[in-house]
T-cell receptor, first 111, second 117 residues
């Protein structure tokens, strides 16, 4: 049972433009959400997180938005850079250690 | 400050052999988590350990899989009598002790890619 879904397996974006990655979840008990970035042959690297008591969290070029009523979150990357080309995983937890991951979205930033 | 270390990075085993995957957490981290990633899927939680204790192994297959985190040395994920379906990337993560109600971020190692022939 896939509780965290990333329905877009890939995204291509022009350098300098905005990348928007989407994530949906089904378990209303999730109250902590994270985004990880992963390069080939490496482990996931933590990017940004958001608690369910917030609807937005910003860190530099990365902003995560949470819509609890829609059980939806998104990651905005502005402006996109070539080094942002990677696989992005959305993850969620019930404020404990057990992370549930989506299948990932492969982002390609075109020069 | 070295990150989470995993070895080997690649492991090839024949069906029926044993696989041992090692994970050294980041300095100062006492919590270790193992995840498995099958092709085209996200990471799936397997087990959560603290030093000398298994806290939650609800994601571990009931047979052939075991994990430990001894007082000294790395955490070990052991798979006995491997089958082709065990072929996957196995990631270890670590985090510092939980402080209050704040959830600590998990930091991942580079993974071990297991191939069962």
């Amino acid at each position: 049972d896939q509780q965290v879904k990333q329905n877009s397996p890939s995204l291509s974006v022009q350098e300098g433009r905005i990348s928007i990655l989407n994530c949906d979840y089904t378990n209303s008990m999730f109250d902590y959400f994270l985004w990880y970035k992963k390069y080939p042959a490496e482990g996931p690297t933590f990017l940004i997180s958001i608690s369910s008591i917030k609807d937005k969290n910003e860190d530099g070029r990365f902003t995560v938005f949470l819509n609890k009523s829609a059980k939806h979150l998104s990651l905005h990357i502005v402006p996109s850079q070539p080094g942002d080309s990677a696989v992005y995983f959305c993850a969620a937890s019930m404020n404990d250690y057990k992370l549930s991951f989506g299948a990932g979205t492969t982002v390609t930033v075109r020069a | 400050n070295a990150g989470v270390m995993q070895n080997p990075r690649h492991l090839v085993r024949r069906r029926g052999q044993e696989a041992r995957l090692r994970c050294s957490p980041m300095k100062g981290h006492s919590h270790v988590y193992w995840y498995r990633q099958l092709p085209e899927e996200g990471l799936k939680f397997m087990v959560y350990l603290q030093k000398e204790n298994i806290i939650d192994e609800s994601g571990m297959p009931k047979e052939r899989f075991s994990a430990e985190f001894p007082k000294e040395g790395p955490s070990i994920l052991r798979i006995q009598q491997v089958v082709r379906g065990d072929s996957a990337a196995y990631f270890c993560a670590s985090s510092p002790p939980v402080s209050g109600n704040h959830q600590e971020t998990q930091y991942f190692g580079p993974g071990t890619r297991l191939l069962v022939l």
